[in-house]
């Protein structure tokens, strides 16, 4: 049973609505009244006995927020459910998955780094790979207009995803939609 939902992003207004922010708009679609405070370097607050969590390290530090909530929750892998973007993934899709691997995601690395396990849930939203140019520029951009037009609809099916969490795994959603 899912008891801390980490939601992966960077800090700063400087990186809101980006690609690497899918997270932290996932959290606020969900959890729109949430009291966010500080704590374990993140943005916390609580819904109905799950712990929400907004690392504010950074992107590629992600896991020492993880880990600390973890520790002063006493919980284990099996408990964590970490909300991602996904270059590996086309936009539009959306997979609930346990384990698997990192895709060079920097955040995931860092999670399992410090967890020392990748057997926790996943959210991955797929953001795509860049048509040309860096990923690393790719990833701090924020969706171009036809996207940020389907955005509203993912983040109701990533809504519907999350709460099929405790189904059988992995869930895969795509939205179809055309350029």
């Known amino acids: 049973m ?7 992003g960077n800090p700063t207004s400087k990186y809101a609505k980006t690609r690497h922010n899918v997270g932290w708009m996932i959290a606020d679609h969900l959890f729109p009244a949430a009291s966010w405070s500080a704590k374990f370097h993140a943005k916390v607050a609580n819904h109905n006995g799950v712990h929400l969590l907004k690392p504010e390290t950074y992107m590629n530090e992600s896991g020492r927020s993880v880990r ?9 892998a099996e408990e964590l459910l970490v909300v991602h ?3 590996e ?3 539009g899709e959306i997979v609930l998955q346990q384990g698997g691997g ?3 995601h920097k955040g995931l690395r860092s999670i399992v780094q410090h967890l020392k396990d990748d057997q926790f849930l996943r959210l991955r939203f797929g953001i795509g790979r860049p048509p040309f140019g860096s990923v690393s520029s790719w990833v701090l951009q924020r969706f171009d207009a036809v996207e940020q037009a389907q955005i509203p609809d993912l ?5 519907d995803l999350v ?4 189904d059988t795994l992995p869930i895969k959603r795509t939205l179809a939609f055309s350029r």
């Open 2 to 8: 899912v008891k801390l939902m980490a939601f992966l």
């Open 85 to 87: 973007d996904d270059l």
């Open 68 to 76: 600390a909530a973890m520790d002063f929750y006493g919980l284990g």
């Open 155 to 159: 983040l109701r099916l990533a809504e």
């Open 102 to 104: 990192l895709g060079g």
């Open 163 to 166: 709460s099929m969490r405790n």
């Open 89 to 91: 993934l086309a936009f």
